[in-house]
């Protein structure tokens, strides 16, 4: 019986530093996607609940407000777990620095790999505050105080976060390697 050979899908990875641009594009956009599923649910939330107590017997075992204000505060703790994803985030960054093989040359390809996604964090965390300070979402974003300073704060995470996978590619190469 002959074996089928699987070619990967991703080759070999020379260099970590374009998963920067996932994660900061993965912030963003569950950003963005929480404060519009937000805002809907807000819309949507006082007319499901005519709907549904004027549909339900008096006689039913339900409460329908008490089950649809339940919805909005697991909504809203998204707020408090968006650090979490963060950190998840960074981890798989720092993770993937770390075991991975680099050349000193990647060092300058870095620089200018950073000077883009600063840009980019940039766009995205003017982009973000643009689209909260509308009178339509700024009811919303109230509630996602949390997710809104990382979002606003993006360029300087980012910063930090390229400084801290330097630090790690310095020390993990042998005889002071280098990114």
């Not at 089928?4 to 970590?16: A, C, G, L, M, Q």
């Amino acid at each position: 019986m002959e074996l089928i050979k699987i070619k990967p899908i991703i080759k070999k990875r020379n260099s970590e530093f374009g998963d920067m641009f996932l994660v900061m594009v993965m912030m963003f956009a569950l950003a963005i996607f929480i404060i519009i599923l937000a805002f809907a649910y807000k819309q949507i939330e006082p007319k499901m609940n005519d709907a549904l107590t004027s549909s339900t017997s008096v006689d039913a075992n339900s409460n329908v407000t008490k089950i649809l204000g339940g919805s909005s505060t697991a909504l809203t703790r998204i707020n408090v777990l968006f650090p979490l994803l963060i950190v998840g985030l960074f981890g798989f960054v720092f993770i993937s620095a770390f075991f991975l093989k680099s050349h000193p040359a990647f060092f300058f390809i870095g620089l200018i790999i950073l000077g883009v996604v600063l840009i980019l964090a940039a766009v995205f965390s003017n982009v973000y505050g643009r689209i909260t300070d509308t009178d339509t979402f700024e009811e919303v974003e109230d509630d996602y105080n949390i997710m809104t300073l990382f979002i606003e704060n993006m360029p300087v995470i980012i910063l930090l976060v390229f400084i801290a996978m330097g630090v790690i590619m310095w020390v993990r190469g042998t005889g002071g390697g280098g990114m």
